[in-house]
Protein backbone atom coordinates (compact mmCIF):
# COMPACT_ATOMS: atom_id res chain seq x y z
CA UNK A 1 0.00 0.00 0.00
CA UNK A 2 1.48 3.41 -1.25
CA UNK A 3 1.94 5.87 1.43
CA UNK A 4 -0.41 8.95 1.49
CA UNK A 5 -0.25 12.56 1.44
CA UNK A 6 2.77 13.63 3.16
CA UNK A 7 4.04 10.49 3.50
CA UNK A 8 7.16 8.03 1.78
CA UNK A 9 8.45 4.70 2.52
CA UNK A 10 12.11 4.62 3.55
CA UNK A 11 15.16 2.97 1.65
CA UNK A 12 18.52 3.21 3.09
CA UNK A 13 21.29 5.13 1.45
CA UNK A 14 24.15 4.58 3.98
CA UNK A 15 25.52 7.76 3.37
CA UNK A 16 27.60 9.02 5.98
CA UNK A 17 26.92 12.52 7.21
CA UNK A 18 28.71 12.27 10.29
CA UNK A 19 26.23 14.05 12.60
CA UNK A 20 24.34 16.16 10.73
CA UNK A 21 20.64 14.83 10.03
CA UNK A 22 20.19 15.00 5.86
CA UNK A 23 16.64 14.07 4.27
CA UNK A 24 16.84 13.04 0.68
CA UNK A 25 14.21 13.45 -1.42
CA UNK A 26 13.19 13.44 -5.45
CA UNK A 27 12.88 16.49 -7.15
CA UNK A 28 10.08 15.87 -8.45
CA UNK A 29 8.82 14.54 -5.50
CA UNK A 30 4.88 15.88 -4.36
CA UNK A 31 5.69 17.00 -0.63
CA UNK A 32 8.75 18.57 -1.81
CA UNK A 33 6.61 20.46 -4.16
CA UNK A 34 3.38 21.27 -2.06
CA UNK A 35 4.75 21.42 1.61
CA UNK A 36 6.74 24.62 -0.51
CA UNK A 37 10.19 22.81 0.39
CA UNK A 38 13.61 24.00 -1.10
CA UNK A 39 17.39 22.19 -1.06
CA UNK A 40 19.11 22.68 2.72
CA UNK A 41 14.97 23.64 4.21
CA UNK A 42 14.62 22.40 7.62
CA UNK A 43 12.09 19.66 7.91
CA UNK A 44 10.33 17.94 11.15
CA UNK A 45 10.71 13.93 10.07
CA UNK A 46 8.47 11.38 11.83
CA UNK A 47 9.05 7.56 11.61
CA UNK A 48 6.54 5.78 13.82
CA UNK A 49 6.85 7.57 16.91
CA UNK A 50 10.38 9.19 16.98
CA UNK A 51 11.02 12.93 15.50
CA UNK A 52 13.85 14.79 14.54
CA UNK A 53 14.32 18.10 12.37
CA UNK A 54 16.86 17.35 9.34
CA UNK A 55 18.45 19.66 6.51
CA UNK A 56 16.67 18.45 3.36
CA UNK A 57 18.92 17.69 0.26
CA UNK A 58 17.39 17.46 -3.44
CA UNK A 59 18.77 14.04 -5.85
CA UNK A 60 17.68 13.09 -8.98
CA UNK A 61 20.26 10.80 -9.42
CA UNK A 62 18.10 6.86 -9.35
CA UNK A 63 18.91 6.00 -5.81
CA UNK A 64 15.44 6.91 -5.27
CA UNK A 65 12.04 5.69 -6.37
CA UNK A 66 9.08 7.96 -7.18
CA UNK A 67 7.13 7.22 -3.42
CA UNK A 68 10.76 6.73 -1.50
CA UNK A 69 12.88 9.03 0.63
CA UNK A 70 16.21 8.40 2.11
CA UNK A 71 18.01 9.68 5.78
CA UNK A 72 21.83 9.90 6.67
CA UNK A 73 22.71 7.25 8.61
CA UNK A 74 23.26 9.74 11.62
CA UNK A 75 19.12 10.42 11.27
CA UNK A 76 18.58 6.61 10.55
CA UNK A 77 19.77 5.41 14.18
CA UNK A 78 18.54 8.32 15.69
CA UNK A 79 14.82 7.48 14.52
CA UNK A 80 15.58 3.80 14.85
CA UNK A 81 14.10 3.32 11.13
CA UNK A 82 14.08 0.19 8.94
CA UNK A 83 13.83 -0.64 5.80
CA UNK A 84 9.97 0.47 4.34
CA UNK A 85 9.14 2.14 7.17
CA UNK A 86 7.06 4.91 6.55
CA UNK A 87 7.91 8.81 6.81
CA UNK A 88 5.98 11.67 6.80
CA UNK A 89 7.08 15.24 6.81
CA UNK A 90 5.85 18.72 8.18
CA UNK A 91 7.59 22.21 8.70
CA UNK A 92 9.24 22.58 11.97
CA UNK A 93 8.53 25.42 14.56
CA UNK A 94 10.05 28.28 14.18
CA UNK A 95 13.35 28.43 16.50
CA UNK A 96 12.32 31.71 18.63
CA UNK A 97 15.76 31.58 20.17
CA UNK A 98 17.60 32.61 17.01
CA UNK A 99 16.65 36.16 18.18
CA UNK A 100 18.82 35.94 20.68
CA UNK A 101 21.85 35.07 19.10
CA UNK A 102 20.71 38.06 16.40
CA UNK A 103 20.80 40.41 19.62
CA UNK A 104 24.30 38.92 20.98
CA UNK A 105 25.27 39.28 17.05
CA UNK A 106 25.05 42.88 17.45
CA UNK A 107 26.63 43.14 21.01
CA UNK A 108 23.87 42.67 23.50
CA UNK A 109 24.38 40.69 26.60
CA UNK A 110 22.61 37.63 27.40
CA UNK A 111 20.94 36.10 30.90
CA UNK A 112 21.36 32.90 32.35
CA UNK A 113 17.65 31.90 31.33
CA UNK A 114 18.47 33.58 27.26
CA UNK A 115 21.66 30.68 27.29
CA UNK A 116 19.31 28.15 28.38
CA UNK A 117 16.76 28.87 26.23
CA UNK A 118 19.18 28.91 23.26
CA UNK A 119 21.01 25.47 24.48
CA UNK A 120 17.61 23.60 25.09
CA UNK A 121 17.28 24.30 21.32
CA UNK A 122 20.57 22.68 20.47
CA UNK A 123 19.70 19.88 21.98
CA UNK A 124 16.63 19.42 21.01
CA UNK A 125 18.12 19.52 17.13
CA UNK A 126 16.45 22.63 16.65
CA UNK A 127 19.38 24.12 14.98
CA UNK A 128 21.08 23.36 11.49
CA UNK A 129 25.04 23.37 11.48
CA UNK A 130 24.98 27.00 9.82
CA UNK A 131 23.10 28.21 12.71
CA UNK A 132 25.07 26.37 15.35
CA UNK A 133 28.24 28.40 13.84
CA UNK A 134 26.24 31.33 13.82
CA UNK A 135 26.14 31.23 17.68
CA UNK A 136 29.75 29.98 18.37
CA UNK A 137 30.92 32.72 16.02
CA UNK A 138 28.71 35.31 17.87
CA UNK A 139 30.23 34.70 21.51
CA UNK A 140 34.05 34.20 20.26
CA UNK A 141 37.08 36.27 20.62
CA UNK A 142 36.09 38.76 23.73
CA UNK A 143 32.06 38.64 22.97
CA UNK A 144 31.26 37.54 26.31
CA UNK A 145 32.09 39.13 29.22
CA UNK A 146 32.48 37.27 32.75
CA UNK A 147 28.81 37.45 33.92
CA UNK A 148 27.88 35.96 30.57
CA UNK A 149 30.23 33.21 30.80
CA UNK A 150 29.24 32.32 34.02
CA UNK A 151 25.28 32.36 32.96
CA UNK A 152 26.58 30.03 30.11
CA UNK A 153 28.66 27.80 32.04
CA UNK A 154 25.42 27.62 34.97
CA UNK A 155 22.99 26.90 31.58
CA UNK A 156 24.98 24.11 29.82
CA UNK A 157 25.45 22.27 33.38
CA UNK A 158 21.49 22.81 34.11
CA UNK A 159 20.87 21.35 30.34
CA UNK A 160 22.81 17.97 31.39
CA UNK A 161 22.68 15.03 34.00
CA UNK A 162 25.05 15.71 36.89
CA UNK A 163 26.77 13.03 38.98
CA UNK A 164 26.46 13.03 42.56
CA UNK A 165 29.07 10.88 44.90
CA UNK A 166 29.08 10.30 48.57
CA UNK A 167 32.78 11.64 48.74
CA UNK A 168 32.56 15.32 50.32
CA UNK A 169 36.07 15.77 48.34
CA UNK A 170 36.26 14.69 44.18
CA UNK A 171 39.36 15.98 42.52
CA UNK A 172 39.68 16.84 38.41
CA UNK A 173 41.70 18.46 36.33
CA UNK A 174 42.42 19.49 33.13
CA UNK A 175 44.48 21.20 30.16
CA UNK A 176 42.96 24.09 27.95
CA UNK A 177 44.93 22.47 25.13
CA UNK A 178 47.29 23.95 22.70
CA UNK A 179 50.11 21.94 23.34
CA UNK A 180 50.70 18.55 21.33
CA UNK A 181 51.89 15.55 23.27
CA UNK A 182 50.75 17.11 26.60
CA UNK A 183 49.12 14.25 27.67
CA UNK A 184 49.34 14.36 31.36
CA UNK A 185 45.90 13.31 32.58
CA UNK A 186 46.29 9.05 32.12
CA UNK A 187 49.65 9.42 34.78
CA UNK A 188 47.96 11.92 36.93
CA UNK A 189 44.37 10.10 37.30
CA UNK A 190 46.80 7.10 38.15
CA UNK A 191 48.89 8.90 40.64
CA UNK A 192 45.70 10.62 42.52
CA UNK A 193 43.80 7.34 42.73
CA UNK A 194 46.57 5.80 43.54
CA UNK A 195 46.83 8.38 46.70
CA UNK A 196 42.96 7.28 47.63
CA UNK A 197 41.59 10.45 46.28
CA UNK A 198 38.05 9.72 44.03
CA UNK A 199 38.91 11.41 40.53
CA UNK A 200 36.47 10.61 37.87
CA UNK A 201 37.58 11.81 34.77
CA UNK A 202 35.37 12.51 31.94
CA UNK A 203 37.58 14.01 28.84
CA UNK A 204 36.44 15.13 25.49
CA UNK A 205 37.81 14.42 21.88
CA UNK A 206 39.92 16.09 20.12
CA UNK A 207 38.33 19.60 19.28
CA UNK A 208 41.31 21.07 17.15
CA UNK A 209 44.35 19.04 17.87
CA UNK A 210 45.90 15.65 16.77
CA UNK A 211 44.76 14.28 19.90
CA UNK A 212 42.37 15.01 22.62
CA UNK A 213 42.60 12.52 26.26
CA UNK A 214 39.70 9.94 25.30
CA UNK A 215 41.36 9.58 21.82
CA UNK A 216 44.41 8.50 23.40
CA UNK A 217 43.22 6.50 26.37
CA UNK A 218 40.83 4.78 23.42
CA UNK A 219 43.89 3.05 21.96
CA UNK A 220 44.23 1.33 25.92
CA UNK A 221 41.45 0.73 27.02
CA UNK A 222 37.20 1.45 26.46
CA UNK A 223 36.05 4.94 27.33
CA UNK A 224 32.31 4.83 26.13
CA UNK A 225 31.59 4.73 29.49
CA UNK A 226 28.08 4.63 30.91
CA UNK A 227 26.88 6.19 34.63
CA UNK A 228 26.57 2.61 35.91
CA UNK A 229 29.78 1.69 34.59
CA UNK A 230 31.85 5.06 35.59
CA UNK A 231 29.91 4.49 39.23
CA UNK A 232 31.54 0.52 39.41
CA UNK A 233 34.89 1.55 37.87
CA UNK A 234 34.85 4.57 40.76
CA UNK A 235 33.76 2.12 43.32
CA UNK A 236 36.20 -0.48 42.61
CA UNK A 237 39.42 1.66 42.29
CA UNK A 238 38.77 5.33 42.61
CA UNK A 239 39.78 6.65 39.42
CA UNK A 240 38.53 6.15 35.96
CA UNK A 241 39.34 7.76 32.54
CA UNK A 242 36.13 8.17 30.06
CA UNK A 243 35.04 9.85 27.25
CA UNK A 244 32.32 12.37 28.41
CA UNK A 245 30.54 12.47 25.39
CA UNK A 246 29.13 9.06 26.26
CA UNK A 247 27.12 10.06 29.67
CA UNK A 248 25.69 13.72 28.29
CA UNK A 249 27.33 15.37 30.88
CA UNK A 250 27.08 18.48 29.24
CA UNK A 251 25.14 17.91 26.21
CA UNK A 252 24.99 20.78 24.49
CA UNK A 253 28.55 21.60 24.66
CA UNK A 254 29.09 18.01 22.57
CA UNK A 255 27.48 19.53 19.92
CA UNK A 256 29.10 23.09 20.23
CA UNK A 257 32.94 21.24 20.05
CA UNK A 258 31.75 19.55 17.01
CA UNK A 259 30.79 22.67 15.29
CA UNK A 260 34.13 24.35 16.93
CA UNK A 261 36.30 21.57 15.31
CA UNK A 262 34.77 21.79 12.12
CA UNK A 263 35.26 25.67 12.18
CA UNK A 264 38.73 25.46 14.02
CA UNK A 265 37.35 27.96 16.87
CA UNK A 266 38.18 27.42 20.40
CA UNK A 267 37.05 30.41 22.24
CA UNK A 268 37.95 31.52 25.17
CA UNK A 269 34.50 32.26 27.01
CA UNK A 270 32.67 29.15 25.50
CA UNK A 271 36.05 27.14 26.55
CA UNK A 272 36.15 28.29 29.91
CA UNK A 273 32.11 27.46 30.34
CA UNK A 274 32.72 24.30 28.22
CA UNK A 275 35.60 22.95 30.50
CA UNK A 276 33.89 24.00 33.99
CA UNK A 277 30.23 22.78 33.16
CA UNK A 278 31.76 19.24 32.52
CA UNK A 279 33.92 19.23 35.96
CA UNK A 280 30.31 20.59 37.70
CA UNK A 281 28.38 18.29 35.82
CA UNK A 282 31.08 15.37 36.96
CA UNK A 283 30.68 16.16 40.66
CA UNK A 284 33.98 17.60 41.37
CA UNK A 285 34.43 19.68 44.00
CA UNK A 286 38.04 20.56 43.54
CA UNK A 287 40.12 21.11 40.09
CA UNK A 288 43.53 21.89 38.76
CA UNK A 289 43.82 23.73 35.49
CA UNK A 290 46.84 23.70 33.35
CA UNK A 291 47.50 26.56 31.10
CA UNK A 292 50.68 26.05 28.99
CA UNK A 293 51.88 29.28 27.72
CA UNK A 294 54.00 29.94 24.17
CA UNK A 295 53.89 31.62 20.67
CA UNK A 296 52.40 29.18 19.54
CA UNK A 297 50.96 27.36 22.05
CA UNK A 298 46.76 28.28 22.57
CA UNK A 299 47.45 30.90 25.09
CA UNK A 300 50.55 32.59 23.86
CA UNK A 301 51.06 35.35 26.58
CA UNK A 302 51.50 35.34 30.29
CA UNK A 303 48.68 38.19 30.27
CA UNK A 304 46.29 36.37 28.35
CA UNK A 305 46.98 33.35 31.01
CA UNK A 306 46.76 35.11 33.81
CA UNK A 307 43.10 36.51 32.19
CA UNK A 308 42.24 32.90 31.81
CA UNK A 309 42.94 32.31 35.41
CA UNK A 310 41.34 34.87 36.94
CA UNK A 311 38.14 33.99 34.73
CA UNK A 312 38.36 30.18 35.97
CA UNK A 313 38.51 30.82 39.12
CA UNK A 314 35.81 33.53 39.71
CA UNK A 315 33.30 31.51 37.80
CA UNK A 316 34.38 28.21 39.16
CA UNK A 317 33.80 30.14 42.77
CA UNK A 318 30.16 30.90 40.67
CA UNK A 319 29.61 27.11 40.68
CA UNK A 320 31.13 26.53 43.97
CA UNK A 321 34.39 24.75 43.23
CA UNK A 322 37.36 25.37 44.34
CA UNK A 323 39.84 25.96 41.00
CA UNK A 324 43.69 26.50 41.01
CA UNK A 325 44.87 27.39 37.75
CA UNK A 326 48.85 26.83 37.35
CA UNK A 327 50.68 28.43 34.36
CA UNK A 328 53.23 26.25 32.50
CA UNK A 329 55.63 26.22 29.53
CA UNK A 330 54.12 25.79 26.40
CA UNK A 331 57.02 26.68 24.45
CA UNK A 332 57.33 23.10 22.62
CA UNK A 333 55.60 19.74 22.62
CA UNK A 334 55.65 17.02 25.73
CA UNK A 335 57.31 13.92 24.79
CA UNK A 336 57.68 12.51 21.78
CA UNK A 337 54.61 11.10 20.57
CA UNK A 338 51.91 13.32 18.76
CA UNK A 339 48.70 11.59 18.18
CA UNK A 340 46.39 8.74 20.20
CA UNK A 341 48.48 5.47 19.65
CA UNK A 342 51.97 7.53 19.79
CA UNK A 343 50.98 10.09 23.04
CA UNK A 344 49.69 6.59 24.69
CA UNK A 345 53.14 4.61 24.31
CA UNK A 346 54.62 8.03 26.08
CA UNK A 347 52.01 8.02 28.71
CA UNK A 348 53.12 3.87 29.66
CA UNK A 349 56.62 4.47 29.22
CA UNK A 350 56.30 7.15 31.85
CA UNK A 351 54.03 4.60 34.15
CA UNK A 352 56.16 2.03 33.73
CA UNK A 353 59.33 4.29 34.88
CA UNK A 354 60.95 3.02 31.76
CA UNK A 355 64.39 4.85 31.28
CA UNK A 356 64.06 6.14 28.04
CA UNK A 357 60.61 7.57 29.03
CA UNK A 358 60.32 11.50 28.03
CA UNK A 359 61.44 13.51 31.49
CA UNK A 360 58.93 16.42 30.44
CA UNK A 361 55.71 14.24 30.38
CA UNK A 362 56.83 12.79 33.42
CA UNK A 363 58.03 15.98 35.58
CA UNK A 364 54.44 17.88 34.09
CA UNK A 365 52.48 15.08 35.41
CA UNK A 366 54.10 14.75 38.46
CA UNK A 367 53.79 18.71 38.79
CA UNK A 368 50.04 18.84 38.36
CA UNK A 369 49.48 16.00 40.58
CA UNK A 370 51.38 17.97 42.82
CA UNK A 371 49.30 20.39 42.71
CA UNK A 372 45.87 18.19 43.13
CA UNK A 373 46.98 16.63 46.28
CA UNK A 374 47.29 20.03 47.78
CA UNK A 375 44.27 21.39 47.07
CA UNK A 376 42.67 18.44 48.25
CA UNK A 377 44.27 18.89 51.76
CA UNK A 378 46.07 15.44 50.95
CA UNK A 379 49.60 16.28 52.00
CA UNK A 380 50.69 20.16 53.16
CA UNK A 381 51.70 22.83 50.49
CA UNK A 382 54.93 21.84 49.55
CA UNK A 383 54.86 18.58 49.95
CA UNK A 384 52.62 17.62 47.00
CA UNK A 385 55.57 16.68 44.56
CA UNK A 386 57.46 14.24 46.61
CA UNK A 387 54.72 12.40 47.51
CA UNK A 388 53.70 12.07 43.64
CA UNK A 389 57.05 11.15 42.69
CA UNK A 390 56.72 8.30 45.45
CA UNK A 391 53.71 7.17 44.41
CA UNK A 392 55.35 7.05 40.26
CA UNK A 393 58.48 5.71 40.90
CA UNK A 394 57.37 3.10 43.68
CA UNK A 395 55.08 1.38 40.66
CA UNK A 396 51.60 2.14 42.75
CA UNK A 397 50.90 4.53 39.99
CA UNK A 398 51.08 2.03 37.32
CA UNK A 399 49.76 -0.47 39.36
CA UNK A 400 46.34 1.54 39.74
CA UNK A 401 46.78 2.16 36.02
CA UNK A 402 46.48 -1.15 34.76
CA UNK A 403 43.45 -2.00 37.44
CA UNK A 404 41.33 1.52 36.36
CA UNK A 405 42.22 -0.26 32.69
CA UNK A 406 41.02 -3.62 33.24
CA UNK A 407 38.09 -2.18 35.34
CA UNK A 408 36.81 -0.24 32.01
CA UNK A 409 37.24 -3.07 29.49
CA UNK A 410 40.89 -4.36 29.73
CA UNK A 411 44.41 -3.01 28.81
CA UNK A 412 45.01 -2.87 25.15
CA UNK A 413 48.79 -2.38 23.62
CA UNK A 414 48.71 1.10 21.36
CA UNK A 415 50.50 0.51 17.92
CA UNK A 416 52.01 3.42 15.39
CA UNK A 417 50.68 3.29 11.84
CA UNK A 418 51.52 1.17 9.22
CA UNK A 419 53.51 3.90 7.08
CA UNK A 420 56.53 6.19 8.44
CA UNK A 421 58.97 8.90 7.16
CA UNK A 422 61.75 10.28 8.71
CA UNK A 423 62.42 14.25 8.42
CA UNK A 424 65.79 14.87 8.88
CA UNK A 425 68.18 17.67 9.87
CA UNK A 426 69.40 19.52 6.61
CA UNK A 427 72.54 21.25 8.69
CA UNK A 428 74.12 21.12 11.59
CA UNK A 429 72.94 22.93 14.58
CA UNK A 430 71.25 22.92 18.18
CA UNK A 431 67.80 23.13 18.15
CA UNK A 432 66.25 27.43 19.16
CA UNK A 433 62.44 26.65 18.41
CA UNK A 434 59.50 24.28 17.77
CA UNK A 435 56.31 25.14 16.16
CA UNK A 436 53.93 23.42 18.20
CA UNK A 437 51.22 24.32 15.73
CA UNK A 438 52.84 23.68 12.64
CA UNK A 439 53.61 19.99 13.93
CA UNK A 440 50.12 19.59 15.61
CA UNK A 441 49.23 20.10 11.58
CA UNK A 442 51.60 17.83 10.29
CA UNK A 443 50.09 14.88 12.63
CA UNK A 444 46.74 15.75 11.80
CA UNK A 445 47.35 15.87 8.43
CA UNK A 446 49.04 12.30 8.43
CA UNK A 447 45.46 11.10 9.77
CA UNK A 448 45.64 11.83 13.58
CA UNK A 449 43.24 11.15 15.57
CA UNK A 450 40.77 9.44 13.15
CA UNK A 451 43.77 7.11 12.44
CA UNK A 452 45.01 6.32 16.05
CA UNK A 453 48.25 5.21 15.01
CA UNK A 454 48.96 8.35 12.66
CA UNK A 455 50.88 11.17 13.74
CA UNK A 456 54.15 12.64 14.80
CA UNK A 457 57.23 11.28 16.86
CA UNK A 458 59.60 13.94 17.67
CA UNK A 459 62.90 12.93 18.62
CA UNK A 460 64.13 16.42 19.61
CA UNK A 461 63.33 19.30 22.15
CA UNK A 462 64.54 22.34 22.28
CA UNK A 463 68.79 22.81 23.66
CA UNK A 464 69.49 19.71 21.44
CA UNK A 465 72.03 19.63 19.13
CA UNK A 466 72.03 17.48 15.36
CA UNK A 467 74.17 16.67 13.05
CA UNK A 468 73.11 17.03 9.35
CA UNK A 469 71.12 13.88 8.72
CA UNK A 470 70.00 13.01 11.99
CA UNK A 471 66.32 12.04 12.48
CA UNK A 472 64.24 15.59 13.84
CA UNK A 473 60.81 13.56 13.94
CA UNK A 474 59.11 10.50 12.22
CA UNK A 475 55.46 10.99 10.54
CA UNK A 476 53.32 7.77 10.84
CA UNK A 477 50.55 7.41 8.77
CA UNK A 478 47.81 4.59 7.82
CA UNK A 479 48.22 4.92 3.78
CA UNK A 480 51.27 6.54 1.86
CA UNK A 481 48.46 9.09 0.26
CA UNK A 482 48.15 10.61 3.75
CA UNK A 483 51.74 10.32 4.16
CA UNK A 484 52.22 12.58 1.01
CA UNK A 485 49.54 14.45 1.96
CA UNK A 486 51.28 15.65 5.45
CA UNK A 487 55.05 15.65 3.64
CA UNK A 488 53.71 18.07 1.14
CA UNK A 489 52.67 20.22 3.85
CA UNK A 490 55.84 20.13 5.68
CA UNK A 491 57.92 20.58 2.61
CA UNK A 492 56.27 23.87 2.36
CA UNK A 493 56.95 25.62 5.10
CA UNK A 494 59.72 26.99 6.83
CA UNK A 495 60.80 27.07 10.46
CA UNK A 496 58.82 24.35 11.39
CA UNK A 497 62.14 23.25 13.72
CA UNK A 498 64.66 25.92 13.97
CA UNK A 499 68.08 25.50 14.50
CA UNK A 500 70.44 28.14 16.17
Known amino acids: MAPKLNKLRLKRLRI ?31 VNKKTLIASLNIIDNGILKHGEAGLSESAWNELGAREGDVISFTHPPQVES ?3 IRRKMYGNVLSESNFKEILDDIIAGRYSNVELSAFITACAGDHLNLDEITSLTKAMVSCGKT ?23 PVVVAIIAAAGLKIPKTSSRAITSPAGTADTMATLTEVDLDYKQIRKVIAREGGCISWGGSIQLSPADDILIRIERALDIDSCGQMIASVLSKKKAAG ?9 VGKTAKVRTKKEAEKLRYYFTVVGAALKLKVNVVITDGTQPVGHGI ?18 APEDLRHRSLLLAAEILQLAGIVAPGK ?9 SSGAAWKKFKAICIAQGGLKTPRPAKFRKDVKATRSGCIKEIDNRKLAKIAK ?24 GDSLYIVYAEALGQLHYAFSYLESQKNIITLA
Open 16 to 46: DTQFEHIVFMLKDCPIYKSEGFSSMSRVLAR
Open 98 to 100: MKL
Open 163 to 185: LRWKNKIIVDKHCVGGLPGNRTT
Open 284 to 292: STHVVIDIP
Open 339 to 356: GPALEAMDVLSVLKNQRD
Open 384 to 392: GYTRANELL
Open 445 to 468: LAGAPQDPGAGVFLKVHNGTHVKK
